[in-house]
């Protein structure tokens, strides 16, 4: 099996920076697509940042300018690097990943990490 672990939330003021981490472990063989949701109370589950294998990257209008998002692909692991935070940002952060694994023959598979609370508040 897979599993996305993330690290990082936290509390910040307005204008503070967090960075994110999520380190995905199991019988991986290769991680295409790897990205960053995010969920506040009373809204859809929304994408953030995604990054592909070979480094290029999608960004929410929102997102764009204030956060950076990268991979280390000899570790399996994706950052978000969040800056200018503000309220709005306030959500639960997801990780999510689409893997190759293998297992006697090769399967692919999404996968999601448990979420991380990040508060913007003052």
């Known amino acids: 099996q897979v599993q996305l672990v993330e690290s990082g939330g936290g509390l910040v003021q307005p204008g503070g920076s967090l960075r994110l981490s999520c380190a995905a472990s199991g019988s991986i063989s290769s991680i295409n697509f790897m990205g960053w949701y995010r969920q506040a109370p009373g809204k859809l589950r929304e994408l953030v940042a995604a990054i592909t294998s070979g480094g290029s990257t999608n960004y929410a209008r929102s997102a764009e300018g204030r956060f950076t998002i990268s991979r280390d692909n000899a570790k399996n692991t994706v950052y978000l690097q969040m800056n200018s935070l503000k309220p709005e940002d306030t959500a639960v952060y997801y990780c999510?990943?689409?893997?190759?694994?293998?297992?006697?023959?090769?399967?692919?598979?999404?996968?999601w990490g448990q979420g991380t609370q990040v508060t913007v508040s003052s």
């Open positions: 999510n990943a689409d893997v190759i694994r293998y297992s006697g023959s090769y399967y692919q598979g999404n996968y």
